[in-house]
């Protein structure tokens, strides 16, 4: 499976920056601090979210791979998307869906910060799994997930804190829809540089990533309890995955082509899913933002 598509790797590494900074400064002008007091006596809900994010789908992917009988790399590349928590656009996706407003933040954060730590540990026990020798140093890890998600959260978040309300109330429209066109944007670049690579993934392994995603949907949804905007946002968290994550990984060990080609297709497969999902849940419950008890 050929790697790279028409797009120059440096102009789309710029725009999907761009985006992700921007995504999540605005989220961040969203959040009150004070909403997080409905995490704290709440704890259980958090521990559910987290257990599916970082267990029960990588066991999933691991379940699924070797029923497909895949080749290695494919096989590998599904796995380490699977142990990539936190994808930067799923606590947009989640607030979209009616995910919980105080909930849906505190999850996304936890599973960043978190990440750190649980894809080495992860990685070290795939390593006595496939008799592999991959490594990730969590400074690497750190590095990334503090540039792209935590720095540009916490700057909305202590603009919120800083700044006249009257300033934000200003700010966070306009921010909002450049964040859209952004991603409008990045969509269309991104599908246009890797459907290529999708296509010639072919159906099989198209499928493979089809049905991690759709499980680990059921999962979080199951998991995420009676709150509708709690089992939204644990929903898709679980199922979207960190690319850049993955990617990362990829990169540091030297993995084969077709491991990075397997990431893109289940980027673009998942994101397909997803979109279905919150379009069902918009509809399913209409104006559900979370329940503040």
Known sequence: MPLGGPIPEQFLTIVAAATVFTVMFDLGLGIVLREF????????????GLFSVLIAVPAIALAVTRVFDLSRSVEIGIVLMAISPGAPVALR?????GGHRSFAPALQILLAVLAVVSMPLTIAVLNA????KATIAPGELARQV???????L?????TRR???ERATSWLGPKLARFANILLIALTILV?????????????KIALAIAIVTVLALAVGHWLGGPDPGTRTAVAISSAMRNPGLALLVIALNGAPPAMSATVLAYLVVSAFIVIAYVLWRR??????VGERK
């Open 283 to 288: 509809r399913a419950v209409p104006g559900v």
């Open 129 to 132: 799994f496939y008799a592999g």
């Open 162 to 164: 800083f700044v006249p």
């Open 37 to 48: 007091r409905w995490v704290w006596r709440h704890p259980g809900s958090i521990v559910k």
């Open 93 to 97: 996706r989640s607030l979209d869906a």
């Open 191 to 203: 599908l246009v540089d890797v459907w290529g690579t999708v296509v010639d993934a072919g159906p």
């Open 146 to 152: 503090f540039v792209a998600q935590l720095l540009p």
């Open 154 to 158: 916490s700057l909305g978040m202590l």
